[in-house]
């Protein structure tokens, strides 16, 4: 069951080219959480097919009152897109809010082991792992896999979080935690989450990890070559803004002049 202490749990769905697969992503949501969530909402990046109108179809279908379809009125990108949900969520107080792709690649059958793991981790993230229970990523593109290990372990020491997986799509936040990290000075790439959990680390927040199988068909939107290049290099990027924010240069990206240290609690 979902942890008592969420009243007001937000399930982020961003939505780009997910005609064929956003139907059964929601389906897949847990009967639990479609019942106590206070939304799950989809957010359109500005498909250039009918995949809002898809989704519109599946809010009428599947007769879930707290179900909720946007859309971006331009293509944001994908930290464009989740900056919008992360305004979203804060404006709405919801107590947390999870992202979930719409193009299956990740299970929404999770959702409850991610909120559970939030919980009694006491921690103000949880994300998903391809790798605590698949350390040789049995079922993902080789050339994938080997340039994800190496930024992963770049990510591992530098950032410190100690992660096994540092690049995935999905993750619960404490919206109270969203609120005083300044989010919206971050890319619109690929790489947003990147500069996100360095956001996190310099605010002494806390994450908690559990395991996942992923799914990697003809609709899954991983980036492809040149894009997962440029996500590496933003990535890259981001490590050398983080290391000189540590050291008192810069760091105006992440807020680090006006941004208190918080502890946890």
Known sequence: MMPMLFKKVGIF???YKSFHTLENVIQRVPDEIKKTAAEIFVIDDASPDQSYENALE??????????????NEKN?????????????AIRKNFDVVVTLHGDGQYAPEKI????????????E???VSRFLDNPQGKGMP???FFSNRFLNFLQ????????SDHNVGMRSYRVWALEKIPFERLSDDYYFDTELLSQCRLAGFR????PIQTVYDKYSHSPGYWKTFKFFLGSLHTLLDYRLALLGFGGKKYGIKNFKREKTH
Not at 207 to 210: L, Q, V
């Open 142 to 144: 080789r050339w994938r």
């Open 207 to 210: 994450i908690s990890e559990i």
């Open 156 to 163: 591992k020491k530098i950032l410190g979080f100690g992660l």
């Open 13 to 15: 769905v961003p939505s």
């Open 112 to 123: 409850p082991e991610l909120l559970e793991s939030m919980e009694k981790n006491n921690t």
């Open 125 to 127: 993230i949880a994300t």
């Open 58 to 71: 599946v809010q009428k279908k599947l007769k879930l009152k707290n179900l909720v379809v946007l859309k």
């Open 76 to 88: 944001l990108g994908f930290g464009g897109n989740h900056k919008v949900a992360f305004q979203y």
